[in-house]
Structures are given as C-alpha cells and as structure tokens.
T-cell receptor, first 113, second 118 residues
Framework: KAGVTQTPRYLIKTRGQQVTLSCSPISGHRSVSWYQQTPGQGLQFLFEYFSETQRNKGNFPGRFSGRQFSNSRSEMNVSTLELGDSALYLC????????????FGPGTRLLVL | AQTVTQSQPEMSVQEAETVTLSCTYDTSESDYYLFWYKQPPSRQMILVIRQEAYKQQNATENRFSVNFQKAAKSFSLKISDSQLGDAAMYFCAYRSAENRGGSEKLVFGKGTKLTVNP
C-alpha cells in the first residue's frame, strides 16, 4: 500500500501571500489530520477531517483552513502568510476509529520570507 | 486540556546498550491512548509503540517496550540493544478516547533527541 503523500515537499512564499498544501492519505483511510511542527512550539494540532467533515480544530487563527474531498484527499490553506508560519506541515491519516494508528506523511516545509 | 511533558531534550546511548526516555502526561480522563513516535532526521514520523490506558500490561514491540504507570501518569520508553538506526527524535503523544464524536487529535510532547554512539 502506498503511504501518505504530501505535495509540494518544499515551498518558499513571501509575507501576505497564500498557500495551499495537499495530502493524499493511505487508501481506505477516511481521517486526515494536520499538524504544524516548529522548533519553538513543537508539534501542534491544526485540524482533523473525517468523511469530508471537520471533526476537530486546534487553536490556530482563521487564516488556517482546510477541507477534505470525497476521495479523502485533504488540502490546507493558509492565507495572508506571516513569518511565523514558517514550519514543517505534517498530515497524518488513519481509519478514523478510536485509537487507530495514525500514519504520517513526509511533510511540506514552508518558508515565509 | 491534556499536556504531555518530555523532560529530557537530549539523550545519548552507546550502541548495544539500553536507554529509557521519559514521558509524563496530565489528564483528568480515564480512557485514552498513549504513543511513542520516532522521527529520524529528514524522514517521516513513524509509530514505535502504542498503549491503551485500560490495559495494564505494558506494550512491547521487539526491542522497544514501555513502562506505563497510570496512577503516576508516566509512560516511559525503553530501547534495548540500541542500534545506530535508532538515532532520531522521539515524541510521546496522547489521544483521548472519551470524545464520543470522534477525533484523532494527538497531543505531543516536545520530543527527546536520541543520539546513538558507535
């Protein structure tokens, strides 16, 4: 089975721009979660989608949004980029049942200049 | 809100030796899951081991085992016969099992960087 894939792997943007990141889960997985990883804050939960519905949301400003499509692929969007948005963005997929293992993608490294 | 604390930012171990990474957590819930994830340099995060809180038996996976002390809210990871490939960041994570609406949200500790010396 193919693993979780994320595109693009690297991105450089400037302040004020917007960006869209994509995540393709493992086949059959209906849950996709997004995390932001920075040296200072560590790994922080952004949101989770299950069957096209946002099931949980972390404590991030409204500039961070996401969606999930009928094939379970997910996108996250960050509008009006700030320098502090520079991070590794990880997505993870799972079957969506309690305690199921989440499988992580390689991440998208975003640099905001 | 739940929190996870990893008090050792860095650890080192000699190849073939044993090392224990510490993790404590704070929660008022009685039903939850705990995980250890490994993130090698520039590589994907992978699950090392998981523990269900209602199971008293400590989980083991080959050279990896945990010491789960529910009353003390402690969840340490022991790596036996350390190998060079074990060098990585290790993250302890918590997931609630009490959200009836369902959620895969993981709460992570800050991580422990493990160095394996040949």
């Amino acid at each position: 089975k193919a693993g979780v894939t994320q595109t693009p792997r690297y991105l450089i943007k400037t302040r004020g721009q917007q960006v869209t990141l994509s995540c393709s889960p493992i086949s059959g997985h209906r849950s996709v979660s997004w995390y932001q990883q920075t040296p200072g804050q560590g790994l922080q939960f952004l949101f989770e989608y299950f069957s096209e519905t946002q099931r949980n949301k972390g404590n991030f400003p409204g500039r961070f949004s996401g969606r999930q499509f009928s094939n379970s692929r997910s996108e996250m969007n960050v509008s009006t980029l700030e320098l502090g948005d520079s991070a590794l963005y990880l997505c993870a997929s799972s079957l969506g049942h309690p305690g199921e293992t989440q499988y992580f993608g390689p991440g998208t490294r975003l640099l905001v200049l | 809100a739940q929190t996870v604390t990893q008090s050792q930012p860095e650890m080192s171990v000699q190849e073939a030796e044993t090392v224990t990474l510490s993790c404590t957590y704070d929660t008022s819930e009685s039903d939850y899951y705990l995980f250890w994830y490994k993130q090698p340099p520039s590589r994907q995060m992978i699950l090392v081991i998981r523990q269900e809180a209602y199971k008293q038996q400590n989980a083991t996976e080959n050279r990896f085992s945990v010491n789960f002390q529910k009353a003390a809210k402690s969840f340490s990871l022991k790596i036996s016969d350390s190998q060079l490939g074990d060098a990585a960041m290790y993250f302890c994570a918590y997931r609630s099992a009490e959200n009836r609406g369902g959620s895969e949200k993981l709460v992570f500790g800050k991580g422990t960087k493990l160095t394996v010396n040949p």
